[in-house]
């Protein structure tokens, strides 16, 4: 406390801060509990919160299984089933305190140790409706039908034109998507240009689409990266508690190199904003020579 010089007011300054083991200054406000309750509740809380955490050894365990035997990628899960493991002998887990807590921190933690977004942990009161309704990668009546008319498959020799290879881990199945025999009505043509143009929102069927177009060489992608992760996935309890992980099944081989798809989503050839991306198009086909009827 310092007197002010010549009047009778004094005025308290702060002399000395704290810093934290990241090199944080405290700032003022107070600490927020992990857990807000009304303070003639916190004995009874702290109780609830150690039975909790006595569990959470096993939950990790129940996780690592799951991932083991169902994600995709099975020497990703075993390396994402001993960091969460050493994570939670480090103390990681100490700040959570009730399923809706421990389920983000776990996305956070299954991202980052996988590189896969569409690996997720919810807390769910109730048995969630996906739990019996698993994602798929589409089938090639879904795929198939509309890179086939793209081709003119009457020309092409036995066997028909393979797309892709579904690998489903659950059942360790490696099932071929090839082009259909039969289309209706009339055939795009095979030298005729496709573009495609992707945004960060494209997936599912679309996704699978351009990808398969790609990997062909039947086309030219416009636009942004896809949204990545052509795996299906299934949702799993995690043991008896009311936390579910979504975690991909089955990967996509393929057609022409045989290695799996990425995760990350699919590159297009011509990198342009979305809402540039038929713009972009309509230049490139502009600069292009113009085909004759012959070689349509």
């Given at each position: 406390?310092?007197?002010?010089?010549?009047?009778?007011?004094?005025?308290?300054?702060?002399?000395?801060?704290?810093?934290?083991?990241?090199?944080?200054?405290?700032?003022?406000?107070?600490?927020?509990?992990?857990?807000?309750?009304?303070?003639?509740?916190?004995?009874?809380?702290?109780?609830?919160?150690?039975?909790?955490?006595?569990?959470?050894?096993?939950?990790?365990?129940?996780?690592?299984?799951?991932?083991?035997?169902?994600?995709?990628?099975?020497?990703?899960?075993?390396?994402?089933?001993?960091?969460?493991?050493?994570?939670?002998?480090?103390?990681?887990?100490?700040?959570?305190?009730?399923?809706?807590?421990?389920?983000?921190?776990?996305?956070?933690?299954?991202?980052?140790?996988?590189?896969?977004?569409?690996?997720?942990?919810?807390?769910?009161?109730?048995?969630?409706?996906?739990?019996?309704?698993?994602?798929?990668?589409?089938?090639?009546?879904?795929?198939?039908?509309?890179?086939?008319?793209?081709?003119?498959?009457?020309?092409?020799?036995?066997?028909?034109?393979?797309?892709?290879?579904?690998?489903?881990?659950?059942?360790?199945?490696?099932?071929?998507?090839?082009?259909?025999?039969?289309?209706?009505?009339?055939?795009?043509?095979?030298?005729?240009?496709?573009?495609?143009?992707?945004?960060?929102?494209?997936?599912?069927?679309?996704?699978?689409?351009?990808?398969?177009?790609?990997?062909?060489?039947?086309?030219?992608?416009?636009?942004?990266?896809?949204?990545?992760?052509?795996?299906?996935?299934?949702?799993?309890?995690?043991?008896?508690?009311?936390?579910?992980?979504?975690?991909?099944?089955?990967?996509?081989?393929?057609?022409?190199?045989?290695?799996?798809?990425?995760?990350?989503?699919?590159?297009?050839?011509?990198?342009?904003?979305a809402r540039n991306a038929l713009h972009v198009a309509q230049k490139l086909i502009e600069a292009k020579p113009l085909k004759t009827e012959n070689s349509q």
């Amino acid at each position: 406390m310092f007197q002010i010089e010549g009047t009778g007011l004094a005025i308290t300054v702060p002399v000395i801060n704290f810093i934290d083991n990241n090199g944080e200054c405290w700032l003022g406000g107070g600490l927020v509990p992990d857990a807000i309750v009304l303070a003639e509740e916190a004995v009874d809380h702290f109780h609830e919160i150690a039975d909790f955490h006595k569990g959470l050894r096993s939950l990790m365990e129940v996780i690592g299984e799951l991932l083991e035997k169902h994600y995709a990628i099975h020497e990703v899960a075993l390396q994402v089933s001993k960091v969460l493991l050493s994570k939670w002998a480090e103390g990681h887990y100490w700040s959570v305190v009730d399923f809706e807590s421990l389920a983000s921190q776990l996305t956070s933690d299954l991202q980052e140790a996988s590189g896969d977004h569409r690996l997720h942990v919810f807390h769910c009161d109730v048995e969630p409706e996906t739990i019996h309704d698993p994602g798929r990668i589409p089938t090639a009546e879904e795929v198939g039908y509309i890179i086939d008319a793209l081709f003119k498959t009457e020309l092409l020799p036995e066997p028909l034109r393979h797309l892709y290879t579904i690998f489903d881990r659950t059942t360790t199945t490696m099932t071929e998507v090839m082009t259909l025999p039969h289309v209706r009505g009339q055939r795009y043509g095979s030298s005729k240009d496709v573009y495609i143009l992707t945004s960060h929102m494209t997936g599912s069927a679309a996704e699978v689409f351009t990808r398969t177009m790609k990997d062909l060489n039947r086309a030219t992608i416009i636009g942004e990266p896809t949204i990545g992760g052509s795996l299906s996935s299934g949702t799993y309890q995690i043991g008896d508690s009311t936390l579910y992980a979504s975690i991909p099944n089955q990967a996509v081989l393929s057609a022409t190199t045989g290695k799996m798809w990425s995760v990350s989503g699919v590159e297009p050839h011509v990198f342009a904003q979305a809402r540039n991306a038929l713009h972009v198009a309509q230049k490139l086909i502009e600069a292009k020579p113009l085909k004759t009827e012959n070689s349509q």
